[in-house]
């Protein structure tokens, strides 16, 4: 028996808005670890976030030195229109478990880069170049540039045999960087062969707002508009949640920044409310929910005794409900157990509110093997 598993994903949010946010003539190309082998490829190019069409010119796959192209009820372009997606024809292709594909497409013409998520980690890189190169192995160096912006691919899957399945991490900034990148490597490192690792992040988002204005647009739609769009997902039986703390950080007041009132800063109760609303839609899915506890943020630049005690009120029912298959304590795993409100300086980035290198790689040695089997 075989059935479609996704091994690769991202969420889609929305582009910064700028001068430059049209782009034409050029190639994108990402790289995309495969977990476990297959008999066939499917891609998901999705313009959820965008206010008009856009036109994906010519699409390929490179496997070992050899490009095949991607077709859309046969034709080689397909153009998706404002909110929807477009998945392509099946592409019989043998897969072997480890090896690296390279997906290309061509923007021929004007397209709004809106529908784009940033992420990053040791298998999160991509390049973009000027002109057609969707079949040039070797992008010369003079006419490309990596990014870590990702646009309009949201999904690879492969037809895999029946065993094997797919766990999903939803989140902020916080998953959107290294720690699902870091949870994949561990998977191949222990040995769990029938496990694939997708994320679903979108930097600064919450759970219960978003922003409307140009400023902060690109901060990402809020849960309700998300999770029932990113989080389902071919072949995935559970899903780890980390969400909440751009909730409690964001609002400063609008003396201090108009576009951040108080008034957004939810209660304690109605945060929970909201991530009862992700557990329920989980349910309703057929998934296991894992959920992560909130971070340290002690030292983050709008830290206050208010917003430690909603984020230690918000973990304790995290580590208490009944409602959920698992809490991940990633919070007791990074802080410092002198300073709880801080992370272990070997595991603090610097900015006191996303991980080190190293702190990435402690949540990822602390999801539970049983969710990996």
Request: charged share 25%; aromatic share 10%.
């Amino acid at each position: 028996m075989s059935k479609w598993v996704s091994v690769w994903g991202n969420a889609v949010s929305v582009a910064e808005n700028r001068p430059e946010r049209y782009a034409k003539n050029i190639t994108v190309r990402y790289s995309i670890r495969m977990p476990f082998g297959g008999q066939a490829l499917r891609l998901t190019f999705d313009n959820y976030c965008g206010t008009e069409p856009i036109t994906l010119n010519k699409v390929t796959v490179l496997q070992g030195g050899i490009f095949h192209r991607v077709w859309f009820n046969g034709e080689s372009s397909v153009t998706i229109g404002a909110g929807e997606n477009a998945i392509c024809d099946e592409l019989e292709l043998p897969i072997a478990a480890g090896e690296t594909l390279q997906v290309s497409f061509y923007l021929k013409d004007f397209t709004l880069m809106r529908s784009v998520v940033f992420t990053c980690g040791p298998l999160s890189e991509g390049l973009y170049a000027n002109g057609d190169e969707t079949e040039n192995a070797h992008i010369d160096i003079n006419t490309s540039r990596k990014t870590h912006l990702f646009y309009f691919l949201s999904n690879v899957s492969v037809l895999a045999e029946d065993d094997k399945r797919t766990v999903v991490c939803y989140g902020d900034s916080i998953t959107a960087q290294n720690w699902p990148d870091d949870l994949t490597l561990r998977c191949a490192r222990e040995g769990f062969d029938r496990t694939a690792i997708i994320r679903r992040a979108t930097s600064g988002s919450r759970i219960l707002r978003e922003y409307h204005c140009l400023t902060y647009e690109s901060y990402g739609l809020m849960g309700s508009r998300r999770f029932h769009h990113e989080v389902p997902t071919d072949g995935a039986d559970a899903v780890i949640i980390q969400q909440g703390i751009n909730d409690i950080i964001h609002p400063v007041g609008e003396e201090v920044n108009i576009f951040r009132p108080m008034s957004d800063l939810p209660t304690v109760e109605q945060l929970i409310d909201g991530l009862k609303v992700y557990i329920a839609q989980a349910r309703a899915m057929g998934l296991k929910v894992y959920v992560g506890t909130l971070l340290p943020m002690g030292g983050w630049r709008t830290d206050a005794p208010f917003r430690q005690e909603m984020r230690h009120a918000y973990n304790d029912f995290i580590r208490t409900t009944d409602l959920i298959d698992g809490c991940i304590d990633f919070d007791k795993a990074l802080r410092d157990p002198d300073r709880i409100d801080w992370f272990l300086p070997e595991y603090d980035s610097g900015d006191h509110l996303h991980p080190s290198k190293l702190g990435y790689q402690r949540m990822a040695e602390e999801v539970p093997a049983e969710l990996l089997k």
